[in-house]
């Protein structure tokens, strides 16, 4: 039998019947009701139903309630409340009226469902006009998994009290999963989404780079997440996530490799993967230093570990922060009482005008990451004379603790003035659509050069040099690690840099030779068509004679094109592009003048330089991550992760391969609560 759309309720046990409230999308496959409760076990085929008793009585009662196998009693369709077969019709009306008003409204939907078959589909026609929507309940836990994925919330939530309760006053047929269920679910809708994505990544031509970031739950499991990226052949930046991994006790590099391991087998991409962008904990180290002796062992090609430049970048603006922080804890409690409080925010706006202070705007950014660290300081330094005359006006309630005293204003100015340059890098990091290892390079090699400055300047106080100087070990610590010739390609594809930006102690004769044997070795002219001489057919009419003159131009025209095979001198003889360009669409527009050496750059450019976004470890949006993560339970975080990071990038959510169209089910919601609601109208009316 075809069991399609229009034949799934044509059959049942043998007998032609007419289907109500078809639906006309198949969006669930066939799956066990014990599973998830909405499909057949038996491929479509409805369950055997009870030996049908022959009725005695006659009651609009009696379709709420359903009769026992045995004959001997009665169950309530709503609650599951038993009684003898020999009740009273009455009884039952009492029970259905005090118990669940409501009922009659409800009814049809409730004993439709327990009597029909369950199908597989969750999309229906559009019914009879005149007649109300009814809501297939089972669709209230799908779109219950939808918002406790995109909420980031664990199957638990639905099992609270209040929550079921509150579904039951709305509408006391509703039943909601059991938590189990829950979970099942999520662990195939995860199963089916992670084959889409190793399907999506096998489509890929290009070299892949991955990211890992590492965290600890409150249940105290360390947790691995892996990320790819890749530059596809219009020139978009796509990146996925690959998993979230569990990193067994005692979650050293052994355990860290050996998950980075099963995750690159997964998705079959060993041979793909050009780098590893780390966290710098010496575990992360080990664990890729292990993995890159396995690449070169089996000759899988040029592979390189990266530290990550953000977090480097975070340490070393800490240690500029250290002498200031007793401060700016301070003035952090102030502005949290501005953000607080609206007397206190309008009269710091009123200081600020009298004292020609600057213009603020509340609430004012009070997290402990360094963009709100630095609004601390900015507080302090642009609008000091405000925030005293704030605090004194203010006195009972703010207290003289917040007074700063002269020396903490001096000290505070000049860290200021010292980190400022660090704010407006870390501010174009943040901002940059796509900071790759070229410009992340520059950035660095231009923090370095403050620290110099500041260490060498014999204005500078000697506690300021003091720290510059743990400052500048961390730079360099940075710098010799990342200096290598993979990062040297890397950066001097970046069209904004080329060789004239990358910093003195990577930008060598050795590394530019290297880089030239690469290209050539593996991007030679074997691999792509011969480059093109130039003429068309149009030049050879008139039996392809042509005047002498031309013959030597066309000689000269091809030398210089032999000349120029070598893409990648043409390339680096050319004066870098300004640095507003947008480096993808740089390389799109000129990938034909370059066409091998374009290959290599979609390879090398999507090489990350940090582990993690620099706006969630600079700003405060990294608090909600952490949240996030820190309160996650273990048997939910991977799945509700994955699957959330999945949809938010387009992929579909699916159960066990087959679509689950939401945009229906919302629909059909809408319309139920519309056609609901002019019911109640009529109804008054009349």
């Known amino acids: 039998m075809d069991w399609g759309v229009n034949t799934a309720y044509k059959t049942y046990k043998g007998v032609e019947v007419e289907p109500k409230h078809m639906m006309d999308m198949t969006l669930i496959p066939s799956i066990d009701p014990i599973d998830i409760g909405l499909g057949s076990s038996e491929k479509g085929n409805a369950a055997p139903s009870a030996k049908p008793r022959k009725k005695t009585m006659t009651s609009v009662y009696l379709k709420f309630f359903e009769t026992a196998p045995d004959g001997k009693s009665r169950r309530c369709k709503f609650c599951g409340q038993s009684y003898s077969i020999a009740t009273a019709t009455g009884n039952l009306g009492r029970h259905l009226a005090n118990r669940h008003p409501g009922y009659d409204k409800s009814g049809d939907a409730a004993a439709s469902t327990a009597t029909a078959p369950q199908t597989t589909v969750i999309v229906k026609k559009s019914q009879p006009q005149g007649k109300a929507h009814q809501v297939d309940y089972d669709h209230l836990n799908w779109l219950l998994i939808r918002w406790l994925i995109l909420a980031s919330l664990p199957p638990s939530t639905l099992e609270e009290k209040w929550l079921v309760n509150s579904f039951r006053f709305l509408n006391p047929s509703i039943q909601l999963w059991p938590g189990d269920k829950y979970k099942a679910v999520f662990r195939e809708v995860f199963r089916s989404m992670q084959e889409d994505v190793r399907l999506s990544l096998e489509q890929v031509s290009s070299k892949l780079s991955i990211i890992l970031d590492f965290w600890t739950s409150y249940e105290s499991f360390f947790y691995m997440s892996v990320t790819c990226q890749w530059i596809d052949e219009s020139w978009s930046f796509r990146e996925v996530l690959l998993d979230i991994c569990h990193i067994p006790y005692p979650c050293g590099d052994s355990e860290i490799y050996h998950s980075l391991e099963k995750v690159l087998e997964n998705y079959n991409i060993e041979n793909k993967v050009v780098s590893c962008t780390h966290d710098n904990s010496q575990n992360a180290i080990h664990a890729c230093h292990t993995l890159k002796e396995k690449f070169d062992g089996q000759k899988a090609g040029p592979f390189c570990y990266i530290p990550c430049a953000a977090r480097t970048l975070n340490l070393i603006i800490d240690d500029g922060l250290r002498t200031t922080k007793p401060v700016i804890s301070r003035v952090r409690e102030f502005a ?344 109640s109208s009529d109804k008054k009316q009349k």
Request: aromatic content about 10%.
């Open 336 to 679: 949290l009482q501005l953000n607080e409080c609206t007397d206190f925010s309008e009269d710091f706006i009123q200081f600020s005008m009298a004292y020609r202070e600057g213009s603020w705007k509340f609430p004012v950014d009070t997290s402990a990451r360094w963009s709100g660290s630095y609004q601390m300081l900015d507080i302090v330094h642009k609008a000091g004379k405000t925030m005293e005359a704030v605090v004194r006006k203010n006195g009972e309630k703010l207290g003289d603790r917040m007074i700063l005293t002269a020396a903490e204003k001096t000290a505070v100015s000049i860290v200021h003035g010292y980190l400022e340059p660090f704010y407006k890098t870390t501010n174009n990091m943040c901002t940059t659509k796509m900071p790759t290892i070229g410009l992340i390079l520059f950035f660095m090699d231009h923090i370095s050069e403050m620290i110099t400055v500041c260490r060498e300047s014999r204005h500078t106080p000697e506690w300021l040099k003091s720290v510059a100087e743990d400052m500048a070990k961390k730079a360099r610590s940075y710098s010799s690690q990342v200096c290598n010739i993979f990062t040297y390609m890397t950066a001097i594809l970046d069209p904004r840099i080329k060789c004239e930006l990358i910093p003195e102690n990577l930008n060598s004769e050795n590394h530019l030779e290297e880089a030239r044997a690469h290209f050539m070795r593996n991007y030679s002219t074997g691999h792509f068509p011969s480059v093109t001489s130039g003429y068309g057919a149009h030049e050879m009419e008139d039996g392809g004679s042509v005047s002498f003159a031309e013959e030597i131009a066309r000689k000269k025209r091809r030398g210089s094109i032999v000349s120029a095979t070598d893409e990648l001198t043409q390339y680096l003889s050319e004066p870098p592009a300004p640095m507003p360009t947008d480096v993808l669409e740089w390389w799109k527009v000129n990938s034909t003048r370059y066409p091998r050496l374009s290959v290599m750059a979609r390879d090398f450019l999507a090489v990350q330089a940090t582990s993690v976004a620099p706006e969630e470890l600079f700003c405060s949006k990294g608090d909600e991550i952490d949240k996030l993560r820190f309160s996650m339970p273990h048997d939910s975080t991977q799945a509700i992760l994955c699957i959330k990071s999945w949809a938010q990038d387009g992929i579909k959510f699916k159960y066990r391969s087959t679509e689950i169209d939401y945009e229906r089910l919302m629909e059909l919601a809408a319309a139920s609560v519309a056609d609901n609601n002019v019911t």
